[in-house]
């Protein structure tokens, strides 16, 4: 198969969908690879690197569309690639359709096969194309954290480990998921004194299996919330509710309570936050204060860690990639059910029900596209 990687042309993302790594394992089976010159670049990956993986490098975007069967990208395609997309072109990447129609009505009209990693689901829900992305920002929101409880950055002026003598500092983590997880791993390894939250028993129970003892866990609700809050340094936002908004755990009522210098990190902001006060920021001015409180609501935290992050993404979708490139989309969709899944747009027709459900837009089951 022919496989195209453009570069990312969406405002400051410098993560690329292949390495060369994936590049040797595409082309050792056969298939012919197409980098758009520089795509690399942003994660640390020169031109050159490909080119000695076997690839090819062509100048321009419109050259890597027009040559490729199969698109592997990072982002969604933004306005100027809709025109570029051909139809029977498959595009593996991150769509997220149901925040935003026009994209939806542009896959339609290109009567291209939209393959989208956000819902690639393995039996048991867990959604393995976005795990990645999570374990990123859970492991940085503690590095950030960090960073803003220094003074001049607004915060307390608490180093997280403390030193000998001196109590270290307090870490609250609501959600222990995958973000809440490497958060408190990363916290617990700094020395901090970490406390975790989930509304589930049993990940709570797990949790408190494999975390070192200066992590403990709480169930969550306002009593405990309120609680740990007045004592915290950092708190980590890292809740999920699937399908729906995340939930305000902390109100703007609180933030009087909290100790002047706070700092909040809402990694949930990207599904509306679990801090009230936190509205989305970027890596260019990543946090406001409000009542003394430091807010850091950054809503693709993984971009400021692109070299990181493109191959802990890559690492799990290459495998993907390689069932798609060496039996083509319908066969490795049939063969794989967490694949199919993926299946968003086939052929002008929506085949994912929750985009479906979205835009009022008729829904055809997948397996007729099969
Ligand atoms: N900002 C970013 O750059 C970025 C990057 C990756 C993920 N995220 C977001 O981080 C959030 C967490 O993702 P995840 O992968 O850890 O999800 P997850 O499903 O693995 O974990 C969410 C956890 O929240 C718990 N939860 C639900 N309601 C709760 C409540 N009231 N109190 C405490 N816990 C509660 C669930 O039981 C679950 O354990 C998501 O909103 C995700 O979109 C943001």
Known sequence: MIIGVPKE???????VALTPAGAIELTKRGHEVYVQATAGLGSGFPDADYEAAGAHILPTIEAVYAKAEMIVKVKEPIEPEY?????????????????????????????????????????????????????VAGRMSIQEGAKFLEKPMGGRGVLLGGVPGVEPGRVLILGGGVVGTQAAKMAAGLGAQVTIMDISLNRL??????????????????????????????????VLIPGAKAPHLITRDMLKEMKPGTVLVDVAVDQGGC???????????????IDDVVHYCVANMPGAVPYTSTIALTNATLPYAIQLADKGWKQACADNEPLKLGLNVVDGKVVYK????????????VDAML
């Open 9 to 15: 042309i969406k405002n400051n993302e410098n993560r």
């Open 83 to 135: 025109e570029l997309i051909r139809e029977g072109q498959l595009l593996f990447t991150y769509f997220h359709f149901a925040s935003y129609e026009p994209l939806t009505n542009a896959m339609i009209k290109s009567k291209a096969v939209c393959l989208a990693y956000e819902t690639v689901e393995m039996p048991d829900r867990s959604l393995p194309l976005l795990i990645p992305m999570s374990e």
């Open 205 to 238: 129970r797990h949790l408190s299996d494999i975390m070192p003892a200066n992590v403990n866990t709480v169930y969550s609700n306002e009593f405990n919330i309120r609680r740990h809050m007045k004592e915290a340094d950092l708190i980590v936002g890292a």
């Open 275 to 289: 801090i009230e006060t936190c509205t989305p920021t970027t890596h260019e001015a990543p946090t406001f204060i």
């Open 354 to 365: 929750g985009v479906a459900d979205a835009f009022g837009l008729d829904y055809t089951p």
